[in-house]
């Protein structure tokens, strides 16, 4: 089923598919990780793509909808290159996320909510990512960075249009535009995001090559 039900997407994404598949003694349980994959197949998660995972899972279509509706996560539109992930939660908020917010927006020239016309960016304000510790924290394609001033801010947003990385990584953004972090990771992160995607090798969304 899986061959027929995916045969428009990539070789790689096929046999991400098959192994998330045969990690669960369910299919259902696998409807998680295939929605992040068809994301990544598609950009986004299409009408269609829900009901290839409806398919792949013995689920209905509505009930895939119904997960992928569910986490903000899963984007149901085109979303950019680079997906910033602002928190205006209240640690943030207390510690100048709204002046980062704006600086953001500013330099990208792209509203919160949406994405610039070049497909480069999309800029969201975000509830609380865990990081009050290093507030104001942002998030680029779910790749922390904390205690990001403004102008610090929008340099993150120049490099990200001048350098355009393929893989961004956490620790080298905190490096380079970073201040305060919650706490010390202690061990180096050494894999990045490649898309805006939650970074997962088996997603195939990490600087790793998954299963
Ligand atoms: S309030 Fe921003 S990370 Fe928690």
């Known amino acids: 089923m899986t061959a027929d039900t995916l045969a428009g997407w990539s070789a790689a994404n096929r046999r991400r598919a098959e192994a998330m598949l045969a990690a669960y003694p369910d299919r259902r349980s696998a409807v998680m990780p295939l929605l992040y994959l068809a994301a990544m197949e598609h950009g986004h998660i299409t009408e269609d793509a829900m009901r290839e995972v409806a398919a792949l899972t013995g689920m209905t279509p509505a009930q895939v909808q119904s997960v992928a509706s569910f986490y ?3 984007k149901r539109d085109g979303v950019g290159r680079y997906l910033i992930s602002v928190c205006t939660s209240i640690s943030c908020f207390l510690l100048g996320s709204d002046a980062l917010l704006a600086a953001v927006e500013e330099e990208t020239g792209t509203a919160g909510g949406e994405s610039s016309d070049d497909g480069l960016f999309s800029v969201e304000h975000v509830e609380c990512i865990g990081a009050c510790g290093g507030a104001p924290a942002l998030q680029v394609n779910y790749e922390l960075v ?17 350098a355009g990385p393929e893989i961004v990584l956490s620790d080298e953004m905190q490096q380079l535009f970073g201040g305060r972090r919650s706490f010390d990771w202690a061990i180096r992160e050494h894999e990045g995001a490649v898309a805006p995607v939650p970074a997962f090798a088996p997603y195939g969304s990490s600087g790793e090559e998954g299963a």
């Open 146 to 162: 904390e205690g990001v001033a403004p102008d610090k801010g929008a340099a993150l947003c120049r490099w990200l249009r001048d």
């Open 72 to 74: 903000t996560m899963y």
